[in-house]
């Protein structure tokens, strides 16, 4: 199953930059454009800038002369249209569709778990589904900036998508809603992992924890305000506590500064 970004009469260079961009944050490669004002627009330097590394993308994009070339193979058409047609296809948010498309029979269970499969192993050559159609696969078109999509265009798909907006300002910038539109796919054929921004964090054992509260002892002693003769709970309670924090090893260290620190405050008040 293939998934195809189609940008029709693009004007702008550098929105076809964010579109590779958008397009590979999300795992797709597949771009082609159709008749862009600029017949060197993947090699412009606007579009390099804006595409910010995915040159991967800018490098396979196609650029043909007319919307049947560039929707050759896909077997289901996806228009982004904001402005109300007077007939057509059906209207309907990239979520709601998404999930009524995975629902139906134009994809195989088998087909959206090679996609989840490549997409998750970009580096490797991408596994062939033996029971899928030949190059079946749907295609989500983009109009110009200016004008949007046609009528004609809109009427041969099988779907008009509409990102919901905020009712009194829905203007989206091209390559925000190609990256909207990619995010909701990517996450409707699964997704992918988080990717941790720091380092898995370590636990203190019981030792470190157990010396910890034996120097914190001392330290409330040094400062009267734990009498050794009449302990009571505290310390037990103070054990809960710094259980229930998962302290690490180096708030361990820090904890028995402070204890240092009372114990040397309270020796040279004497």
Excluded at 231 to 256: C, D, G, T, V
Aim: glycine share 8%; hydrophobic share 45%; aromatic share 6%.
């Amino acid at each position: 199953m293939k998934t195809r970004f189609v940008l029709i009469n693009t004007s702008h260079a550098g929105n076809v930059g964010a579109a590779a961009r958008a397009m590979k944050t999300m795992g797709f490669d597949d771009l082609v454009l159709v008749a862009p004002r600029w017949a060197n627009v993947l090699r412009r330097e606007e579009t390099i800038q804006r595409s910010s590394g995915a040159l991967d993308v800018l490098n396979n994009a196609r650029i043909v002369a007319t919307l049947d070339e560039a929707l050759d193979g896909m077997s289901h058409l996806c228009a982004t249209a904001m402005t109300p047609r007077d007939f057509g296809p059906p209207t309907a948010a990239p979520r709601a569709h998404f999930e009524a498309l995975l629902k139906s029979e134009l994809l195989t269970h088998d087909s959206l778990a090679l996609e989840a499969k490549n997409a998750q192993n970009p580096g490797e050559a991408p596994l062939a589904d033996p029971g899928a159609a030949p190059q079946a696969g749907v295609a989500f078109l983009f109009g110009s900036e200016r004008f949007g999509m046609t009528n004609e265009d809109v009427y041969r798909c099988h779907v008009a998508l509409s990102i919901p907006t905020n009712p009194g300002f829905g203007s989206l910038n091209l390559g925000a809603a190609i990256q909207v539109v990619a995010y909701e796919w990517r996450m409707a054929l699964g997704g992918f992992a988080v990717q941790d921004a720091t380092p898995a964090r370590a636990v203190a054992d019981a030792a470190q924890v157990a010396g910890m509260l034996g120097h914190w002892e001392q330290a409330l002693t040094s400062i009267g305000f734990l009498d050794p003769a009449a302990p009571k709970k505290l310390m037990p309670r103070l054990n809960q506590l710094f259980n229930r924090a998962q302290l690490s090893p180096e708030e361990i260290h820090i904890l028995r500064g402070v204890a240092k620190a009372m114990i040397e405050a309270s020796q040279s008040k004497r």
